[in-house]
């Protein structure tokens, strides 16, 4: 079991009202990704989804934000935004948590493929695709689209979100429309 507020208290001990964003949102993401997991009792009974895993994971997926540059919601690093993921996957490994590191990682958006990291120069090291692949990925991946750190307590209406996924292209909407098949 792993103590997620004593790891963020960790690392933004300094930072509470960004403190506040990260653990209001990944609350918010950790409920409805469980929600999901107890309408799949199959994938708990299975062995392939451990609910408390979950919860872990997608209270510990956006930790990497306290490296960038977000000023709206207090994040005051130097990295882009778009970067949160690996670096939270950096933080996560050197915690010794490999398997959580592995959502932060693969939570962006609908998941950000080797291609996009290249063609669109993204920041990101353009080593692998960063998406999502377990089942446990794919839920917190899908769960954190509702949720916005700029707009605390509301939920992402489905059409908004779908909407901002298809300025990220056809690809991007396929995989949206694979997480919601999965998590419906």
């Known amino acids: 079991m ?7 208290d960790k690392y933004y001990a300094d930072s509470p009202e960004l403190r506040h964003i990260l653990l209001t949102h990944s609350r918010q993401v950790a409920d409805r990704a469980l929600e999901i997991v107890a309408r799949h009792q199959e994938w708990v ?6 609910p408390q895993f979950v919860e872990e994971a997608a209270m510990l997926h956006d930790i990497g934000i306290i490296y960038c540059n977000a000023p709206k919601i207090y994040c005051m690093g130097s990295h882009h935004y778009i970067e949160h993921g690996y670096l939270g996957a950096e933080l996560l ?3 010794g948590l490999p398997k959580h590191a592995l959502v932060a990682e693969r939570h962006t958006g609908t998941g950000i493929t080797l291609e996009q990291i290249i063609c669109q120069e993204l920041p990101i090291p353009p080593e692998q695709n960063y998406c999502p692949e377990s089942i446990e990925e794919k839920v917190i991946c899908y769960a954190d689209k509702f949720y916005s750190k700029s707009h605390l307590g509301e939920e992402v209406a489905l059409s908004k979100i779908k909407a901002n996924i298809w300025h990220y292209g056809h690809d991007a909407i396929l995989r949206w429309n694979s997480l919601e098949e999965l998590c419906s």
Not at 2 to 8: G, N, Q, T
């Open 2 to 8: 792993v103590d997620y507020l004593a790891l963020i």
């Open 45 to 50: 009974e299975s062995g392939v989804v451990d």
């Open 93 to 95: 490994r050197r915690e």
